[in-house]
């Protein structure tokens, strides 16, 4: 064990232990770079100036500069550069610039979570006091108390808040915010990237409406986009936004040394090719570092992951820096402790955090200088967010990325450059997937009546409103379309997922303290939340006693265990229309409308440190029927094979393509499936889908339409490259793995690509 030492001594160690250095597949250092600074410019309010110089800021970054410049002339545009240049004062200058000469003027700030905006209004109010100016800032969000949102209303010349509280606290109650609608002159979007699938498809439709009602008090605000580094950020920000945009991209901001380490676990069966688990790896690295004091950050991908590398490190640390020396940080978690832990990171009193990607973002968390990945984040994008979160400005830093054995995790790790130098992916959005537009105009209706050949973000909605119309929900008088129902659209929608509705997780440990500690949606809902399931929150154990489904609660009671629960879906798919389709030699590739059956079947209980199946229990919920659009393919001629050995090679497949497909198309792993069929109903060939997972799509599966190809080849490629000799978890995973499981799975791979050999 080492004693207590700075970062360098640590990377030293590891470059010297023999079972370390082992496992390092590869060591990547990018220096550090200098910044390129220019002067203040002339116009710039002398308070501002001061309160900089104040900072110790005696001249602007580059970008800082344009930023100011299109944002003074009235011009929308877009930043995009790294995590920790200096973003904020991109939008904050203008913004403060323009209240200074006219005290009349109004901005509307929007942050996709409320820890963000939080974070951002303690920065903001930070730059007010030290100019010494009155300039009234404040956060309008659900946690807003009842008798300060009055006060917002009237007087507020900033307002920050989030897509769903703009969607449905701000927007349906236009009339009482008329001050700030007849005065906007900017609409800042922080951090646009996240704005991609169907949260971006929500959020394009509330900017619709937003826009809408500006038009109406006949203000005609700049938009101001911030993001990090996609392909495509000025298209992603012209379609959320409506509007044409400029685009930053040169970085002016210094950067600190970095060291990428890219270490794999040792494999503990050779046979079968399986690596000691990433998670226990963590564990080791991790303990090092916090058993040093040095401030070390965690990714995991899933909420329970967070929870048990948690719950393995309390268990390795707390003699050394206390059980709260280290916390775990997710969606779920009640704003007032999220709050506690991110001041804690700042002040130094939290050594690690370990947490989900809702810690990738621009949530100020002091001076980290270890990040560890486990597991590839799904897109290098996230990827570099994840890395910038540590070694700020000229501060050095390690980033650890620790490979599991899935397909894409090994991939990465084999193909180090595929990381450095890929260009990131592209964001997609689909503002007029008819479930969420209709959504929309119903909410835009009950805003605003629509006038007769009235369009709504430039797209004729004529047809939509007679629907509506035959629905009862609207009524047609004087050549406008009024909202008619008594219901309050806003409220049954929600912008983060699919359904429209959370599942609240109740604590009942103590009958005379029961209180929500959680919420979920209902999709997760279905393998996390089953009667008998184990909740992880904060490292802290719950048992599932009951989940009312009809009212959508989950009662939970704190236990002990030894072990974690994990479950099964069962899907049956039905093609309801074919929209697309064109054919190859030997494949029939379609793209179009599917209904989608699932069912949690089964969980199963799945030990502490081995990870072995210790028991397993049925699971008692209503079947869910998504409808969605889906891209297939399907063999024209099966091979001469016995049905077991097909279904073998087709799950082989299955298990590549899932960990493929993300790095084509920007998602997360879970937000496309990948299903096989031995015998379609729809043509009663073998056939795979693939599939979004929210209602009516997204657009992810019309990207894998055009790509399929390129996916199906690197998924050979991926499975012809693993060292294995018949498939193992880093290639064909364990449902595949027969005699003939790799050699099945690259013959169908073969077969679908119409390829005779090979």
């Given at each position: 064990m080492l004693g207590k030492r700075q970062l360098q001594d640590i990377i030293n160690w590891m470059k010297q232990t023999k079972e370390i250095n082992e496992n390092i597949v590869h060591w990547e250092t990018i220096e550090g770079k200098e910044s390129n600074d220019v002067p203040f410019p002339e116009k710039l309010h002398p308070r501002l100036q001061a309160a900089l110089e104040k900072r110790g800021i005696t001249s602007l970054y580059s970008h800082q500069r344009e930023a100011f410049d299109y944002g003074m002339k009235g011009m929308d545009f877009t930043a995009v550069t790294p995590t920790a240049s200096g973003k904020t004062l991109c939008y904050n200058l203008p913004v403060l610039q323009t209240i200074l000469e006219n005290a009349e003027a109004r901005a509307l700030y929007m942050f996709p979570t409320k820890a963000l905006s939080y974070d951002q209004k303690s920065e903001l109010n930070e730059l007010i006091d030290e100019a010494g100016i009155e300039i009234k800032s404040y956060t309008y969000d659900g946690d807003t108390p009842a008798n300060i949102r009055q006060k917002i209303r009237k007087a507020?010349?900033?307002?920050?808040?989030?897509?769903?509280?703009?969607?449905?606290?701000?927007?349906?109650?236009?009339?009482?915010?008329?001050?700030?609608?007849?005065?906007?002159?900017?609409?800042?979007?922080d951090e646009l990237h996240i704005y991609r699938g169907v949260f971006g498809s929500h959020t394009a439709n509330v900017i619709r409406r937003l826009k809408?009602?500006?038009?109406?008090?006949?203000?005609?605000?700049?938009?101001?986009?911030?993001?990090?580094?996609?392909?495509?950020?000025?298209?992603?920000?012209?379609?959320?936004?409506?509007?044409?945009?400029?685009?930053?991209?040169?970085?002016?901001?210094?950067?600190?040394?970095?060291?990428?380490?890219?270490?794999?676990?040792?494999?503990?069966?050779?046979?079968?090719?399986?690596?000691?688990?990433?998670?226990?790896?963590?564990?080791?690295?991790a303990g090092e570092f916090l058993n040093n004091k040095i401030q070390t950050i965690i990714f995991a991908k899933s909420r329970v992951r967070v929870e048990i590398i948690l719950t393995y490190l309390q268990e390795l640390i707390k003699d050394k820096i206390g059980l709260k020396g280290i916390r775990g940080y997710r969606g779920g978690y009640l704003p007032t402790e999220r709050r506690e832990i991110e001041r804690g990171l700042r002040n130094g009193d939290i050594y690690g955090v370990v947490s989900t990607n809702a810690l990738e973002l621009g949530v100020d968390i002091g001076q980290l200088q270890v990040c560890i990945m486990t597991g590839y984040p799904g897109t290098i994008a996230s990827a570099w967010q994840q890395a910038g979160r540590v070694g700020r400005r000229h501060g050095e830093a390690l980033i650890l990325y620790v490979a599991s054995s899935a397909p894409l995790d090994q991939y990465i790790i084999n193909h180090p450059e595929y990381f450095f130098k890929q260009s990131p992916e592209v964001a997609r959005i689909n503002p007029d997937n008819l479930i969420i537009l209709i959504d929309h105009i119903k909410c835009a209706a009950f805003e605003l009546p629509f006038k007769k050949g009235e369009t709504f973000g430039g797209l004729d909605v004529e047809d939509v409103l007679d629907y509506l119309l035959d629905q009862k929900v609207l009524v047609f008088s004087g050549y406008k379309y009024y909202w008619m129902s008594d219901s309050f659209p806003a409220h049954n929608i929600s912008l983060r997922s699919a359904s429209q509705e959370n599942v609240v997780i109740i604590d009942q440990t103590n009958i005379a303290h029961v209180h929500v500690i959680g919420e979920m949606d209902t999709f997760s809902a279905l393998t996390l939340l089953h009667d008998e399931a184990i909740y992880m929150h904060q490292g802290v154990q719950y048992q599932v006693e009951k989940l009312d489904w009809e009212e959508k609660k989950a009662f939970v009671r704190e236990v002990q265990t030894d072990y974690y629960?994990?479950?099964?879906?069962?899907?049956?798919?039905?093609?309801?229309?074919?929209?697309?389709?064109?054919?190859?030699?030997?494949?029939?590739?379609?793209?179009?409308?599917?209904?989608?059956?699932?069912?949690?079947?089964?969980?199963?209980?799945?030990?502490?440190?081995?990870?072995?199946?210790?028991?397993?229990?049925?699971?008692?919920?209503?079947?869910?029927?998504?409808?969605?659009?889906?891209?297939?393919?399907?063999?024209?001629?099966?091979?001469?094979?016995?049905?077991?050995?097909?279904?073998?090679?087709?799950?082989?497949?299955?298990?590549?393509?899932?960990?493929?497909?993300?790095?084509?198309?920007?998602?997360?792993?879970?937000?496309?499936?990948?299903?096989?069929?031995?015998?379609?109903?729809?043509?009663?060939?073998?056939?795979?889908?693939?599939?979004?997972?929210?209602?009516?799509?997204?657009?992810?599966?019309?990207?894998?339409?055009?790509?399929?190809?390129?996916?199906?080849?690197?998924?050979?490629?991926?499975?012809?490259?693993?060292?294995?000799?018949?498939?193992?978890?880093?290639?064909?995973?364990?449902?595949?793995?027969?005699?003939?499981?790799?050699k099945d799975a690259i013959t169908l791979l073969n077969a679908f690509l119409s390829v005779k050999k090979g």
């Open positions: 507020g010349q900033i307002v920050i808040t989030n897509p769903d509280m703009l969607h449905s606290g701000i927007l349906p109650h236009h009339t009482k915010w008329v001050s700030l609608f007849e005065n906007l002159k900017f609409i800042i979007i809408r009602i500006c038009h109406f008090y006949g203000s005609d605000p700049v938009f101001i986009c911030t993001s990090a580094t996609i392909a495509n950020p000025k298209e992603l920000a012209e379609a959320l936004t409506g509007k044409t945009m400029h685009l930053i991209d040169q970085n002016g901001a210094p950067s600190g040394r970095k060291h990428f380490v890219f270490y794999n676990p040792p494999i503990v069966n050779k046979q079968l090719n399986i690596r000691r688990s990433a998670t226990l790896e963590v564990r080791k690295l629960t994990d479950a099964n879906l069962a899907v049956d798919l039905k093609v309801l229309e074919v929209d697309k389709e064109r054919e190859t030699f030997a494949a029939q590739i379609q793209y179009g409308d599917v209904a989608v059956q699932a069912m949690a079947t089964i969980f199963k209980k799945i030990k502490f440190e081995t990870h072995e199946n210790i028991g397993s229990g049925p699971i008692h919920l209503p079947e869910q029927i998504l409808h969605t659009t889906s891209t297939w393919i399907s063999l024209k001629d099966e091979p001469d094979w016995h049905k077991d050995r097909l279904e073998q090679g087709l799950l082989g497949v299955t298990h590549v393509l899932k960990n493929m497909v993300p790095m084509y198309v920007m998602c997360d792993p879970s937000d496309v499936y990948v299903t096989p069929q031995l015998k379609s109903s729809h043509n009663e060939k073998p056939t795979i889908f693939l599939y979004d997972r929210y209602p009516g799509g997204v657009g992810l599966s019309d990207q894998i339409y055009d790509k399929i190809t390129d996916i199906f080849m690197e998924a050979r490629e991926m499975i012809k490259n693993c060292p294995c000799e018949n498939g193992c978890p880093s290639c064909i995973g364990t449902d595949g793995i027969s005699q003939n499981g790799k």
